[in-house]
């Protein structure tokens, strides 16, 4: 009496997509013999692995093991028994990066760069409104001074002119007291010819002479007098104005003085504000740059924070990765060691036991 079977088996593990199948082929009567053998394959990733397993044995002769082959044998009476799997072992594990975290950095780059827009344009608008103030100030006093100067310079043309009318007005005078002066004299004159000439007449002409003498002389006098009196009184009035008027054009020329101090003053408080400004634009603009190279600095290390946050975060998923593989990896191999068990346990018992019928086959796709 011989008895043979033969049985194959073989298996393949993907992530995500588990199948087991388990097939047998023939069985036959007339002597003791099995053999079985295995391939399994797992394609997890960039891992390969294989394992096979075959074995025989023999009541009458011989026994030995081997591994090699391309199938596995074993079974019972009745059938494999089916191999369950749970599934939530093999679903991968996923690695997700909070997006908080992106927000809230891009929110604080943003809010640094607004404060630092905000910073800038206010030290701009501080400056502007400083040097408005003192432009409108320096305009308002150079406004007044000129108001004053032009005052003063009217009231000098305005008494230059009073003075001016006052000189022709007393040359004016002079002149016609000169030709009334003249006009006298030669109304003497020609009374006096008259008189000689008349003197070849036998009249008594010397008291009529005299007389008329007498009144011209008194006419004369009368007229000097009153134009002297005139001049003097005009003379007397036009110093009176003319020492008035050099007492205000002295006063002018004081007040123009001190307004040139004041300008001189003004333009050293000017060129004070000017070097005090720059000194504040330098300042301001050593500090933009001090400000400028921290903000590059802490740029400079966020960059390099970001890049060590993204190589520990490559790292971790390299590692979550393997660390998934290598769970895939082990369940498959403990599903294999499983059913190996089952197939051996099986083939035992059935060499235990008096004669198998067919075999069945049994396809198990998890």
């Not at 809010?111 to 400083?130: G, M, P």
């Not at 308002?140 to 003063?152: G, Q, S, Y």
């Not at 002479?209 to 007098?225: F, G, L, P, T």
């Not at 009035?237 to 003085?257: C, F, M, P, W, Y």
Request: net charge negative.
């Amino acid at each position: 009496m011989s008895r043979s079977v033969s049985f194959s088996s073989r298996s393949v593990a993907v992530p995500g997509v588990s199948q087991m199948r388990v097939s047998t082929v023939s069985s036959t009567r007339g002597g003791v013999g099995a053999g079985f053998g295995s391939s399994s394959l797992y394609n997890l990733g960039s891992t390969n692995k294989r394992i096979s397993l075959g074995g025989g044995s023999s009541y009458s002769v011989r026994s030995g093991y081997g591994y090699g082959g391309m199938g596995f044998g074993g079974g019972v009476p009745g059938g494999i028994q089916e191999v369950t799997i749970n599934q939530s072992l093999l679903t991968p594990l996923n690695l997700e990066i909070d997006p908080n975290i992106q927000r809230v950095r891009k929110e604080e780059k943003e809010q640094i760069k607004t404060l630092n827009n905000r910073f800038a344009s206010f030290i701009d608008k501080v400056r502007y409104e400083d040097e408005i103030n003192k432009r409108t100030a320096a305009e308002n006093e150079f406004v007044v001074l000129k108001k004053d100067v032009d005052a003063a310079y009217m009231n000098k043309v305005e008494l230059e002119a009073k003075v001016d009318a006052l000189t022709d007005e007393i040359n004016f005078l002079r002149s016609l007291y000169e030709a009334e002066l003249r006009e006298l004299q030669s109304q003497i004159s020609d009374t006096s010819v008259v008189l000689s000439m008349d003197n070849s007449r036998n009249l008594d002409l010397d008291s009529i002479i005299a007389e008329v003498k007498a009144q011209y002389e008194d006419i004369a006098n009368r007229s000097r007098a009153e134009a002297e009196s005139w001049y003097q009184s005009k003379y007397e009035a036009l110093q009176v104005t003319a020492g008035k008027h050099g007492d205000d054009l002295r006063n002018t020329k004081n007040e123009i003085s001190e307004i040139n101090r004041m300008i001189q003053r003004l333009q050293g408080e000017i060129e004070n504000a000017k070097a005090q400004r720059a000194k504040l634009e330098a300042a301001i603009a050593e500090a933009e740059e001090r400000g400028e190279m921290a903000v590059r600095d802490a740029k400079a290390k966020l960059e390099e924070l970001e890049a060590a946050l993204q190589k520990a975060k490559q790292d971790m998923a390299r590692q979550l990765r393997e660390y998934q593989e290598l769970m895939n990896v082990k369940l498959a191999l403990d599903i294999e060691i499983a059913t190996y068990r089952k197939l051996l346990e099986g083939e035992e018992s059935r060499l235990a036991g008096d004669g198998v019928g067919s075999v069945n086959i049994c396809e198990l796709i998890l």
